[in-house]
């Protein structure tokens, strides 16, 4: 199946670690990605991660997949108010002209 | 450039009512998509275009019809409302397909269907 699960919220103090994790269960997945929402604004991809990668490290966005575990998150290294957004993971399959999204997860900095 | 651009941004509906969404985008890009967003859930596709003249269906596309004349446009048609099609509707363009190429979402129509 397609189904990809968030936690549906996180709450970080300004400065810290945030971490955003999401598992998938399609283990044909090709591309991970992790997109940003924030209030009345449509999605930005932030960024993405082939399959056959472990980590991917961009500035402060440091994504790491467990392809066993089928497990996907999203370090956010010194967090910010302008961070706090919905974050959706989504996963495609080669083939297949579709992206599935997971529920998204809303982050919370606290100044 | 203003990316990707939708009207209108919100609307309310009777049931029963058709409508329809414009997405226009100015990147040149071929493929188009349409997207539903609700809440607690991801978003899902509904139906998709990889070039003018095309189009294709997506995740849900039941109650949906779609047009590409142009390829900087991308009309959502609803024939017939219902209140299961209260939703936010994010359209999305990119310059090749899915895998790698980012998309380009516009700011989303937030519809209600009484």
């Known amino acids: 199946g397609e189904d990809v699960e968030q936690s549906l919220f996180l709450s970080v103090r300004e400065g810290d670690s945030s971490v955003i994790n999401c598992t998938y269960t399609?283990?044909?997945?090709?591309?991970l990605y992790w997109y940003k929402q924030e209030p009345g604004a449509g999605l930005q991809l932030l960024t993405y991660i082939f399959s056959n990668m472990d980590m991917k490290q961009d500035q402060r966005l440091t994504v790491l997949l467990n392809k066993k575990d089928k497990h996907l998150s999203l370090r956010i290294a010194d967090t910010q108010t302008g961070d706090s957004a919905i974050y959706f993971c989504?996963?495609?399959?080669?083939?297949?002209?579709?992206?599935?999204f997971g529920t998204g997860t809303r982050l919370t900095v606290i100044p | 450039n203003a990316g990707v651009t939708q009207t209108p941004k919100f609307r309310v509906l009777k049931t029963g009512q058709s409508m329809t969404l414009l997405c226009a985008q100015d990147?040149?890009?071929?493929?188009m998509y349409w997207y539903r967003q609700d809440p607690g859930m991801g978003l899902r596709l509904i139906h998709y275009?990889?070039?003018?003249?095309?189009?294709a269906k997506g995740e849900v596309p039941d109650g949906y019809n779609v047009s590409r004349l142009k390829k900087q446009n991308f009309l959502l048609g609803l024939e017939s409302a219902a209140p299961s099609q209260t939703s936010v509707y994010f359209c999305a363009s990119s310059s090749r397909g899915f895998f790698t190429d980012t998309q380009y979402f516009g700011p989303g129509t937030r519809l209600t269907v009484l």
């Open positions: 275009s990889v070039g003018e003249g095309t189009t």
């Open positions: 989504a996963e495609s399959k080669a083939g297949a002209n579709n992206l599935f």
């Open positions: 990147m040149n890009h071929e493929y």
């Open positions: 399609d283990s044909s997945s090709t591309y």
